[in-house]
């Protein structure tokens, strides 16, 4: 008897399956860390906000170029080794923090900024890679949800902890020592869990077909093909939508930090991180609704993201007009106080649409194309942009820039991202890449049983694309040299 959850067989070498193990890497490492930068860590010092500011500033300025680059030690090292090495910096990161709250020495923190770069970019290069290479187009949406919903459980985890231990505390303080410790436990075990995580030639669909075809490069060739992705027409239409992505983490820890106390930031950590759950499925509802065509679908899905997105960030920059950050707040908010239901309905708009956000670019990053080895760059171009947005708004923060001028930057930038989408939705989505031959994907069976071919038809004519591609690739660096 084979188990099935979602309508999905439960087997080792699914590629569904295959999604939760890398869901839960992602869960124990940036979910967790998520909910930790939202609590303040390090925070029982005078100047933690400025010294957890510089660290992530530096982590998402090396983040850049280990996703820009990072597709290449992917498609070397395979994603079960890729996402452990990843998911252990993080515990790292937190061990940092750690060390600066109870020492106050800034060395360890400063050097595990980079440290954890380099791990973020190999942690969601895999995690997208998977998310968008392994399912058939009708199940695009469903895995870029279980991606971003695992991250949420982990966050919600990471939330729930110091809720507990802080619910009888109303005064503004740091994080308590059991849960830096609860933390670390969570990253080293997920971490080693990925490593059951497998290539896609060794998994196979429901109906029995290969995943993908990887055909195999030497590291020059991995560069090269990291490098030609760059003069992608569609993907530099793309950057703007990538920009602002995690620019609400950074945003939204600090207004909390500078707004609430302790006990109200953790229980506003903890509901966003459990609301965006049902909301993602939700969406994914909309994204692979099989009744209507895939643009359809997906200009719809943008649009419910899209208005109440930036309807909340308007809301914000309202809120935040008269806020003064050279002057601190003497008496922080609590979650008893009839001020703090506005702060917390507006704080779960922005945090829920924000997240989304990250479904609607993996959507339309899946949707573009199916080839395995171009979403691997895709998706590392998506996370180094994203990670430059966050570094760009760390460095502005730590100085201090008035909170109205942070949220509409961030505001601009998911503007120009929407209209960005609308053009590529409207002008380049076709409702299925199938009907063309991609290098490295493989088309389901129940699909090419309507054709009249077989799987082995189809992977032969794969691996004769790509070995034409390959040699095209090498013309364009050399000028259009003899690639031999």
Known sequence: MVLKLFGREIRYHSPWVQNIISGIG???SAGIYVALNLLGAGGGRPDSAHVVQVVNATLCSVWFFSSSFGGSILNKLGPGITMCLGVQTYAVYVGSLWYYDEIGKTGYPYAAGPIIGIGAGMVFITAGYIATAYPEERDKGAYA????????LGSVIGGIIPVIINKNKDIAAGVPRPVYIAFIIIMVVG???????QRPHKLRRDDGSTVAVHPARGAW???KSNLLIFSDPILLIMLPAFFPAEC????????NAYLNGLRARSLLSFVAVCLQIPAGWALQWILDRPYWGRRKR????LTIVAVPLVAAWVWEMIRVRNYDRNVAVTVPTDWDEPRFGWIFVLFMLNWVFSQLWHNIVYYWIGAITNSPQKLTHYVGVFRGVLGAGEAVCFGLDS?????IAEAGGILLFYVIGICSFYYLGIYHIKDTNYDHREEGAVVPNHILEGKGLTEGQDVAQIRRNSISEDSSEKEKLQGGGDAA
Do not use: D
């Not at 100085?399 to 909170?403: D, G, H, R, T």
């Open 145 to 152: 949800t279980m991606l971003m919903n695992m991250q949420g």
């Open 26 to 28: 992602v869960g124990a």
């Open 248 to 255: 609400f983490l950074v945003y939204s820890g600090s207004v």
């Open 298 to 301: 997906g200009l719809i899905g």
């Open 191 to 197: 971490g080693l869990i990925t490593l059951l995580l």
């Open 221 to 223: 060739a991995e560069l």
């Open 399 to 403: 100085i201090k820039i008035p909170f």
